[in-house]
């Protein structure tokens, strides 16, 4: 059985800080690949925000060129919106039964886990692998040791889609924070300017 990690995302637009924890998960836990699943439409984003789906896909695998143990996933993109990660899970686990997925988190998303459509089906079937993010929010009890989520040592990387966008807008440099063909074609396709 492939492991297989689920790293979930907008990707407006993939940045390092993306790569740089994808990668280290990949390279410092037995899972074989992760997968960076574009989300069409996250039911907590506003959608006007987002690039189309193809365009950020298109980043995304420009992004991981390089990276053989990561992999582009657009299943979200045929799915009902908006999408709910246990059904991406499910829709997976069918189509590839020779794979074990795991969901790979920041830790302030676990702070609102037990929001999640379907949480307790996640632990049910899944391991969650947890990275460290700087923040405030307060982890719930149940999930500290909890035997399907597992903590991971990770970089803590702060590096916002958001503030990107702002800075292409407002004209700054974000030539470093960004893959070089992503910001190329950024730049070439004049994305995120007004």
């Not at 470093?176 to 063909?181: D, H, K, Q």
């Amino acid at each position: 059985m492939k492991k297989t990690g689920l790293f979930f995302g907008s990707f407006n637009p993939v940045h390092i800080g993306h790569l740089i924890i994808a990668n280290h998960i990949v390279e410092h836990t037995d899972l074989d690949e992760v997968w960076l699943v574009i989300t069409p439409h996250n039911p907590h984003k506003i959608k006007s925000s987002l690039l189309n789906d193809i365009q950020r896909l298109t980043m995304v695998r420009m992004a991981l060129e390089n990276y053989p143990k990561l992999k582009a996933c657009k299943v979200e993109f045929d799915l009902p919106q908006p999408n709910y990660t246990i059904n991406t899970l499910t829709i997976l686990q069918e189509k590839y039964p020779e794979r074990n997925f795991y969901l790979l988190m920041g830790q302030d998303n676990l702070a609102s886990f037990h929001k999640w459509r379907n949480y307790e089906n996640i632990l049910t079937y899944y391991q969650i692998l947890v990275y460290p993010r700087i923040s405030h929010k307060i982890v719930p009890q149940q999930f500290l040791n909890h035997p399907k989520i597992k903590f991971v040592k990770a970089p803590i990387i702060e590096i916002s889609a958001t503030q990107i966008r702002n800075d292409i807008k407002a004209g700054k440099n974000v030539r470093p924070l960004l893959p070089p063909e992503v910001y190329r074609y950024i730049d070439e396709m004049h994305f995120y300017k007004k």
